[in-house]
């Protein structure tokens, strides 16, 4: 669930700095068929740029303003989202019961989600009824369909529907053309990719404007176009204020709105664009790139850089649910299967799977833990491998607070995390030659705290 919001929160914040900036610098600006396709790629880039990793230079930069202090070792900055149901602490400490105030809200992310999603199918479904119950007629590549009695003329996709009994001859054929054009220029689909952005984040404001710019935008182009062919401009509007209705109920159809009537008939008052104000559109490319490192996904590191963890019988339940998230930030899953404490609260005994991609998966338990037991995993990009097999001398080399610093290359980046009991993350220390994965060390060194 954490990693549901997190990716909501960010594509909704991406959304509104994409829509702010074109609102501020290219709403007013006649390049139409332009803005049309800024408006598509603000949905894709809105929803795909949290998903995309963030260049790995980029990456490193980030990482040096998160070094560990060399006098006194701190925590990586982490958030524990994953779900702990699988730990099963066996501690005498009564749990103290909270409001799982997560859950709370993702179930009413749910019921808004599956409300717009029930709302967008009865629109289709109603659509579909007024195809299947009413007269209609082919006309080329376009489906008529006339029922008797709706609010006002409407297309969707190749289907145009007008009662054509409501209408004089002229205004007939000029409500055919303005809605021929809806259906050649598709605009169909940036109506229904808007409204899926609602479904996905309906509680979103920006979303909802979004939608309205869309909507506005693809009249514009229409009136446009129809002007540009010859029609009578004052005629048009004249025309418009006689179709245009208070309200439709079809949102996914492209419709006469007459909330809309006031800025359409601005638009064709305004002067064209000239070709020298066109420079603004430039300015998207460093603003997409600026948001794509503010809301991308860390770069994953490098598959080359050992990677190794270390659990003792210091090691805490809160010490493990941190160990996951370290593994999940380092593109690994780490399951814990079985989490025992004894009557002194230290662990006592451990199951736990180690998860590596397309590396496979190790499992590895540990019974009777004594202080100095350990139980490890090690991944690098030619082996993977769980156990005990840690000896004082990498101890020594763990212990070494030169090497809890981040911002080295791949190659030598070492220790990320560090504390009395455990320790995850990308470390310098290699495995002696001829030490199995099972063998047990000696006794390492009383781990820094």
Known sequence: MGELFLYLGKSGLCL?????????????????????????????????????????????????????????????????????????????????????WEAIIFLIYLIGFFIFLLRFLAQLFSIFLLIIFNKKEQKGKIFFIYPRGILAPFSFFSFLFIDRNAYDSSTFQQI?????????????????????????????????WH?????????????????????????????LLQIAVPNYPYSLATNYNSSLLKKRIMMMQQKKSSTAQSWKYFLLAPVILVIWMAFGSPHSKD????????????????????????????GETLVVNELKFDDNDRLSSLNITSISGDKG????????????????????????????????????????????????????RPCAVIRSGWLAGPITARTPAGRSPNSHGSPPPASPS
């Open 303 to 330: 598959i080359d850089t050992p990677f190794i963890s270390i659990i003792t019988a210091d090691a805490s339940e809160e010490d493990i649910l941190k160990t996951q998230e370290v593994y999940r930030k380092m």
């Open 16 to 100: 509104s700095l994409l829509l702010l900036f074109f609102v501020i610098f290219l709403q007013k600006e006649t390049f139409l068929k332009l803005n049309r396709w800024i408006l598509v790629a603000n949905i894709l880039l809105a929803l795909t740029l949290p998903l995309l990793e963030t260049p790995s230079w980029f990456s490193n930069i980030v990482l040096t303003k998160t070094e560990i202090s060399e006098s006194k070792p701190e925590f990586v900055e982490v958030a524990p989202t994953l779900d702990n149901k699988n730990i099963t602490p066996m501690s005498k400490k009564n749990p103290i019961k909270k409001l799982n």
């Open 361 to 412: 998966e190790c499992t590895s338990s540990m019974d009777g833990f004594e202080s100095y037991n350990h139980l490890i995993y090690e991944r690098s990009s030619r082996k993977f491998g769980c156990g005990s097999f840690l000896s004082a001398k990498n101890f020594e080399m763990i212990g070494d607070t030169k090497n809890w610093k981040f911002g080295l290359p791949p190659a030598a």
């Open 176 to 208: 055919i053309a303005h809605e021929t054009t809806h259906i050649q220029q598709r605009h169909s689909w940036d109506i229904l990719l808007s409204e899926l952005l609602i479904i996905i984040q309906w509680f979103n404001p920006f979303a909802w």
């Open 211 to 239: 939608r309205k710019l869309v909507e506005t935008n693809l009249e514009y182009l229409v009136d446009q176009n129809l002007l540009k062919n010859g029609v009578d401009k004052k005629t048009y509007q004249y025309n």
